[in-house]
């Protein structure tokens, strides 16, 4: 199988990885492209001179996707080759995979092999990666396991977000939209020194909203009191952030950035189309978008608040320079979903009820790391560093699901102790370093290495007792969970000329052992998986071709993850955990940039993968409602009781896109005033895709594409830009999750066309 995604960019800026603004945001040459600058080793590199596969992508690029109102980590799907991210749980619960690997499940407490680091800091709890992106300068995607130098040990990869930083200048800049269904978004940043060469500052801010445009449409007897129909009920949302950020400078050697942020989001879960799927077709046109039959849950509230600040400190002894990040966030919140998505229908001659509902009542995260690295520049570089990580919450998580004997609910009402209170804890620490040696003027190799150890806790603080609290739960209450193991990696790069770079790279990862307590709510015992490890290999080619025009680089990978973490569901739909024996994959990655005269810049970028889950052992639950399988199972399948359960020996990793294709253009025009007229479009597709660990016909998508217009006017020296925009250009309803055993769709955001208006300010 194959699997594809490319990385360039739409309007206002060039290709994605090519239009990127390198840290001095020096614009690129109007006969070439502009150099990219990157910090995948810690450093400040040139793009094409870094010896690991790097997908980038500039703000600029970014801020163009979500003109509209999307959400920021959403709208990278795809548009970084090897780079996936999905989520069915509204913006507080992203879901992200890299090169096919990820983890599907939604449980609040779930681990993912992608680390997430915002200006340094890690943000490792599922709705802490959630905070989103603005005033960002530059996105880079680390492709494969990292850790002799960041973070926490990760199998996947990084996507790593650096934000426009205080200058010692004044600096502004900002971006406006309003478009359909009252669709608003502001991103803006502006700073300036406070006192001159000793302190600046600068204050970053992103407001989105939408109004509601989903009716719901439901009249009847209801669970939750919500029996007359609404005219746009839910589908909107106000997400309110803003950041602070202080650099003070009192001498030549020392450093010190302090950064606060704040998070306000109040808006709709994810909506679930109930029978939005036919057994036997993936086929949902039929299926309204903007219409929905809930008979609980309340419109599916989302709300969640998140705080959080850092402080970094360096002094440069000279010879190397030391570094202190310390960083504190903190989140609590509510979501809540009718997790069936609908009305009660008649499935197998009896109607059925589900919703579920996930409440962080306190998350607390610290992390400390401190580096110490050689002074870059001689044919000799080093660094070495240490880790600590402490994460901490108290979760309620509610659930219920049951079927009646009667259309009517004749005074029945779901168990008000249905819930369960949960105590997660996580806590790592590790030892890192990497050295890197110029062997000759154009050979030069590297090595890194990593000891970690990953520790988790989680306590049942609350059993799901009977509505006269009598305890039924009999599995365990608390477990824990240790694993402690090296990880490393080795790389060469050879120069062949100034425009062309060959490079090799081999490493080793592991994602800790991870703990599912979240069964407890149907009084099911605790389900757990091993660390899993990862081996992988990548080969590539960095290029700039015919006089700087043109940009082509092209990466081959293959891994093998050894106990891999998987996640199923049980006959309730509740989440289990498990391990399969390994899971192989290979592909290539390749993204080119071209401008082949100096009005037009033109972007494409790929990856192709194949997956496969290798275990003749192992099973999963298939889409079974009330003792019926409801779905076109294509694996074999065995029962085990009144539960049917498939194979999943050689099936691709769910989530992981066979191919992904990103198309992007720009022409500019110049005008007699020095301004300049354009015209900039992207075009996204993508290829088969699984979204469960069984096949079937239903649970899959095969085709989805996007695209997005932008026509404008830009000012002389780029001042301001004006221009009419529209994402999602012909409405494409697009399958992007599912709920099995309700044969419930997942969709896409819709076309949004608007005005957008942006400028910098010096």
């Known amino acids: 199988m194959l699997g594809v995604a490319l990385g360039s960019v739409l309007g206002g800026s060039a290709a994605f990885a090519q239009d990127a603004a390198p840290v001095q945001e020096q614009a690129a040459p109007e006969d070439g492209l502009g150099d990219i600058v990157v910090t995948a080793e810690r450093r400040s590199e040139n793009l094409q001179k870094v010896p690991l596969s790097v997908g980038v992508a500039s703000g600029d690029?970014?801020?163009?996707?979500?003109?509209?109102?999307?959400?920021?980590?959403?709208?990278?799907?795809?548009?970084?080759?090897?780079?996936?991210?999905?989520?069915?749980?509204?913006?507080?619960?992203?879901?992200?995979?890299?090169?096919?690997?990820?983890?599907?499940?939604?449980?609040?407490?779930?681990?993912?092999?992608?680390?997430?680091?915002q200006d340094d800091v890690i943000?490792?709890?599922?709705?802490?990666?959630?905070?989103?992106?603005?005033?960002?300068?530059q996105v880079e995607v680390l492709r494969g396991p990292q850790g002799s130098?960041?973070?926490?040990?990760?199998?996947?990869?990084?996507?790593?977000?650096?934000?426009?930083?205080?200058?010692?200048?004044?600096?502004?800049?900002?971006?406006?939209?309003?478009?359909?269904?009252?669709?608003?978004?502001?991103?803006?940043?502006?700073?300036?020194?406070?006192?001159?060469?000793?302190?600046?500052?600068?204050?970053?801010?992103?407001?989105?909203?939408?109004?509601?445009?989903?009716?719901?449409?439901?009249?009847?007897?209801?669970?939750?009191?919500?029996?007359?129909?609404?005219?746009?009920?839910?589908?909107?949302?106000?997400?309110?952030?803003?950041r602070v950020q202080l650099a003070l400078t009192p001498g030549e050697r020392f450093t010190l950035d302090l950064s606060g942020h704040a998070r306000w989001y109040d808006g709709t879960s994810t909506l679930f189309h109930r029978g939005a799927l036919k057994k036997g077709s993936n086929d949902v046109s039929a299926e309204p978008r903007n219409v929905v039959s809930?008979?609980?849950?309340?419109?599916?509230?989302?709300?969640?608040?998140?705080?959080?600040?850092?402080?970094?400190?360096?002094?440069?002894?000279?010879?190397?320079?030391?570094?202190?990040?310390?960083?504190?966030?903190?989140?609590?919140?509510?979501?809540?979903?009718?997790?069936?998505?609908?009305?009660?229908?008649?499935?197998?001659?009896?109607?059925?009820?589900?919703?579920?509902?996930?409440?962080?009542?306190?998350?607390?995260?610290?992390?400390?790391?401190?580096?110490?690295?050689?002074?870059?520049?001689?044919?000799?570089?080093?660094?070495?560093?240490?880790?600590?990580?402490?994460?901490?919450?108290?979760?309620?998580?509610?659930?219920?699901?049951?079927?009646?004997?009667?259309?009517?609910?004749n005074g029945t009402?779901?168990?008000?102790?249905?819930?369960?209170?949960?105590?997660?804890?996580?806590?790592?620490?590790?030892?890192?370093?990497?050295?890197?040696?110029?062997?000759?003027?154009?050979?030069t190799i590297s090595a890194g290495g990593r000891i970690t150890e990953d520790k988790k806790r989680t306590e049942l603080l609350k059993t799901a007792n009977t509505v006269t609290n009598g305890v039924t739960y009999r599995g365990?209450?608390?477990?824990?969970?240790?694993?402690t193991k090296p990880s490393w990696d080795a790389s060469v790069l050879y120069q062949v000329n100034p425009d062309?770079?060959?490079?090799?790279?081999?490493?080793?990862?592991?994602?800790?052992?991870?703990?599912?307590?979240?069964?407890?709510?149907?009084?099911?015992?605790?389900?757990?998986?091993?660390?899993?490890?990862?081996?992988?290999?990548?080969?590539?080619?960095?290029?700039?071709?015919?006089?700087?025009?043109?940009?082509?680089?092209?990466?081959?990978?293959?891994?093998?993850?050894k106990d891999i973490q998987l996640n199923g569901n049980d006959v309730n739909g509740n989440?289990?955990?498990?391990?399969?024996?390994?899971?192989?994959?290979y592909g290539m990655e390749a993204e080119a940039n071209w401008k082949p005269v100096p009005n037009l810049t033109l972007g494409a970028g790929l990856s192709l993968l194949h997956s496969a889950i290798r275990d003749k052992n192992v099973y999963a639950q298939v889409c079974i409602l009330n003792g019926v399988v409801v779905c076109t199972v294509e694996d074999p399948t065995i029962k085990v009781g009144a539960n049917t359960f498939a194979q999943i020996d050689g099936n691709p990793l769910p989530n992981a896109p066979e191919y992904n294709v990103d198309l992007t253009a720009r022409y500019d025009q110049p005008l007699g005033n020095g301004g300049r007229a354009f015209i900039a479009g992207d075009f996204n597709i993508q290829g088969y895709t699984q979204f469960v660990l069984y096949k079937t016909k239903e649970f899959t998508a095969n085709g989805n594409f996007e695209g997005g217009l932008k026509i404008g006017y830009s000012a002389p020296d780029d001042a301001y830009e004006l221009a009419v925009f529209a994402r999602n250009i012909t409405g494409e309803k697009n399958l992007k999750g599912v709920i099995e055993n309700y044969m419930a769709a997942v969709f896409n955001e819709p076309r949004i066309i608007g005005v957008s208006l942006s400028g910098k300010f010096r």
């Open 61 to 117: 690029a970014l801020r163009a996707y979500t003109a509209g109102g999307d959400d920021t980590l959403l709208a990278l799907s795809g548009r970084v080759p090897g780079l996936y991210v999905e989520s069915t749980t509204g913006r507080i619960f992203p879901r992200f995979y890299i090169r096919g690997l990820g983890n599907i499940d939604f449980y609040l407490g779930a681990s993912q092999p992608v680390t997430i680091i």
């Open 476 to 483: 365990r209450t608390d477990v824990t969970l240790k694993a």
């Open 294 to 409: 809930y008979d609980e849950a309340n419109d599916n509230p989302q709300s969640y608040n998140t705080y959080g600040g850092s402080v970094r400190a360096t002094y440069d002894f000279g010879p190397a320079a030391l570094t202190s990040i310390t960083a504190y966030e903190t989140t609590s919140g509510i979501s809540r979903g009718d997790t069936d998505g609908g009305a009660a229908v008649n499935f197998a001659g009896r109607p059925s009820y589900g919703q579920s509902q996930g409440q962080i009542r306190d998350l607390d995260q610290w992390s400390q790391e401190v580096r110490l690295a050689g002074t870059p520049g001689g044919r000799f570089n080093w660094q070495i560093g240490g880790l600590y990580f402490d994460s901490r919450d108290i979760t309620d998580f509610y659930q219920r699901a049951f079927f009646l004997t009667a259309p009517d609910l």
């Open 575 to 585: 989440g289990v955990l498990f391990n399969a024996d390994k899971a192989e994959a």
């Open 123 to 137: 943000l490792e709890h599922v709705v802490l990666k959630s905070n989103p992106v603005y005033d960002v300068r």
């Open 413 to 443: 009402q779901p168990n008000p102790n249905n819930w369960v209170r949960l105590h997660d804890v996580n806590t790592s620490w590790a030892g890192f370093g990497q050295v890197s040696y110029e062997l000759a003027p154009k050979l």
């Open 500 to 561: 062309i770079s060959l490079y090799s790279r081999v490493a080793q990862g592991f994602r800790g052992p991870t703990i599912q307590g979240r069964s407890a709510v149907f009084n099911a015992d605790f389900t757990t998986a091993n660390s899993e490890t990862i081996l992988s290999w990548e080969t590539g080619i960095k290029t700039r071709l015919l006089n700087n025009t043109l940009s082509l680089n092209a990466t081959v990978f293959g891994y093998r993850v």
């Open 149 to 242: 130098l960041f973070g926490r040990n990760t199998t996947a990869g990084i996507i790593k977000f650096d934000t426009n930083k205080p200058t010692n200048h004044f600096d502004s800049r900002a971006s406006a939209s309003v478009g359909s269904y009252g669709s608003v978004s502001l991103d803006a940043g502006v700073g300036g020194p406070l006192i001159k060469d000793l302190l600046s500052i600068r204050l970053s801010t992103l407001i989105q909203h939408r109004e509601n445009y989903v009716d719901n449409v439901f009249a009847g007897t209801s669970l939750d009191n919500t029996a007359t129909p609404r005219k746009d009920a839910m589908g909107g949302f106000d997400d309110r952030n803003v």
